[in-house]
């Protein structure tokens, strides 16, 4: 499985994320995405016309969305992930890979535009990344009445790791996430998953290490 | 009367980025154009035009009139390096700041874990520290460090050595031992272009022997580590550098820093400083 990656870009993040939950092997092909804006030469949009990243090649099977890479990948490598313990969990997992594009068009667009002066209409790409929040901190809450800690149900699926990555670098598009208690304790759910891996701006937890010696017990 | 602020020379574009659409951009506060012109490349501000350069792969500009030559990079010149045009990464900070991190080693390893340092290798040993009156620059050499992934063409874990220089006020060189090229030194440049006193725009750059590495694999090592460290600058208080001695506790690792704000107040540079402990 060959991936035009970028190491900036959370869409492409996500795919490197499965990958590491699941084992899958995959081969990266960088993209000079910025400066260079390779992703709009001839050459790339041969490969995706609609010029995005990620894309992703394997034998005659070329994937231009990141929904539909994750769903392979986690078909081929991790089946569990695509959340089919129930029509409930697989269509709740539908639906949140739908709805990562939405992240993708507000939040994604705002940190481009504030890290790397990519044009966007900022003011109206946050109201829709704050929006958004809302919407992912309210169905957590839902989720937390009914005991379950994630997105599609009581465990990881392909829904978490759509919407985790823009979730956590909302702040890099100057959108906070200080009013969102429950997509914190989520995120955090995710960064403890075994095997997980970072990305500049989405840190490993530390603070799983064990309590200092001396403290009363 | 020299202005030590507006006298400066000043990065404002990448030559190799600049369409014919040319780029708006602000120094200092002021709005900028960077332009093709009749085949050349010019900067003007309010009508006029200013004094301008392309080396080390961007366009310098300078406000006011040039106090001296642009800074030499010599390794800039030498054969087998590539040069990469990293890109710039827009962060809200003052430029100060942007250069104040990257000349500080102890952070390594909590910002850049396994990559460029790693716990428990957290001791920074003794290092020099100096300002050469000479070329009015300052120097650390002697810096020693324990590096997961020195570079991209790094296979494991190795101790680097560095040298930093600061040789403008908005200007980090640093020059870390080569991997592949014993002897020499990679060259890892951040060039600051101040749009605000608290805005700046960094352009990264480096100067290295590698010839195995894809570019666009060592454009993406570098804009990774440098967007480790985007947050961080981005949350640092207070938001302007104080060069009044007494607000921040000095470590051994901060000595380099120290240097750098006594040699910002003995120039006179101020932009993006605090100068009243607040
Ligand atoms: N890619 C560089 C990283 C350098 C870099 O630009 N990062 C700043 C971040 S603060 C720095 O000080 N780096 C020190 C370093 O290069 O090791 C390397 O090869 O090590
Ligand atoms: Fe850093």
């Given at each position: ?217 | ?13 990448l030559v190799s ?37 392309q080396r080390y792969g961007h366009v ?16 800039a ?6 040069l990469v045009d ?105 060039f ?11 352009w990264?750059w ?73």
């Open positions: 499985m060959i991936l035009y990656d970028y190491a900036l870009s959370p869409d492409c993040y996500k795919i490197r994320l499965l990958a590491a939950l699941t084992g899958a092997k995959l081969t990266l092909r960088a993209v000079d995405f910025h400066p260079g804006g390779e992703h709009r030469s001839p050459a790339f949009l041969a490969i995706n016309p609609g010029g995005t990243i990620p894309v992703m090649q394997d034998g005659t099977l070329t994937l231009t969305d990141s929904a539909a890479i994750l769903t392979f990948v986690a078909a081929k490598s991790g089946p569990a992930w695509l959340g089919d313990d129930s029509p409930e969990m697989r269509a709740r997992v539908a639906q949140w890979l739908a709805f990562a594009q939405r992240l993708s068009a507000s939040i994604g667009k705002a940190r481009t535009h504030d890290m790397l002066q990519k044009p966007a209409d900022i003011v109206a790409c946050r109201k829709a990344g704050v929006q958004c929040l809302r919407e992912i901190e309210a169905a957590l809450v839902e989720r937390h009445l009914t005991g379950d800690a994630f997105l599609a149900g009581n465990r990881p699926t392909l829904a978490d790791i759509a919407c985790f990555p823009h979730s956590m670098l909302a702040p890099d598009g100057g959108i906070s996430v200080d009013p969102y208690p429950a997509i914190r304790l989520w995120t955090r759910s995710v960064r403890a998953l075994p095997g997980f891996i970072e990305m500049p701006g989405i840190h490993r937890l530390h603070d799983l290490k064990p309590e200092p010696v001396g403290v009363p017990e | 009367m020299t202005d030590p602020i507006r006298d400066e020379w000043y990065p404002v574009a980025q600049l369409g014919p659409e040319g780029r708006d951009t602000r120094l200092l506060g002021e709005p900028v154009r960077v332009a093709w012109q009749d085949g050349a490349i010019i900067v003007t501000s309010g009508g006029h035009t200013l004094p301008s350069q310098w500009a300078c406000p006011g009139t040039p106090a001296r030559p642009l800074f030499d990079i010599p390794e010149d030498q054969p087998g390096r590539r990293v890109g710039l990464v827009r962060v809200k900070c003052s430029p100060l700041r942007a250069v104040e991190n990257f000349l500080d080693i102890a952070h390594f390893p909590f910002v850049h874990t396994d990559i460029l340092g790693a716990e428990p290798h957290t001791e920074v040993g003794k290092y020099d520290v100096a300002i050469r009156e000479e070329v009015d620059e300052v120097w650390a050499t002697k810096v020693h460090f324990y590096q997961p992934q020195a570079a991209k063409s790094a296979a494991g874990g190795i101790t680097t050595e560095y040298m930093y220089r600061v040789p403008a006020p908005t200007v980090s060189i640093l020059y870390k031992t080569c991997p592949p090229r014993p002897g020499e030194w990679d060259v890892i440049t951040l600051v272009q101040p749009l605000d006193e608290e805005l700046c725009e960094v990264p480096m100067a290295l022997f590698d010839d195995d590495t894809p570019m666009t694999d060592l454009i993406h090592f570098q804009q990774t580590i440098f967007l480790q460290d985007r947050s961080i600058l981005e949350n640092q208080l207070p938001h302007r550098l104080p060069l009044d001695p007494g607000m921040e506790i000095p470590t051994r690792a901060d000595l380099t820093s120290i240097a750098y704000r006594r040699w910002l107040k003995r120039r006179g540079y101020t932009y993006g400083a605090q100068l009243v402990a607040a």
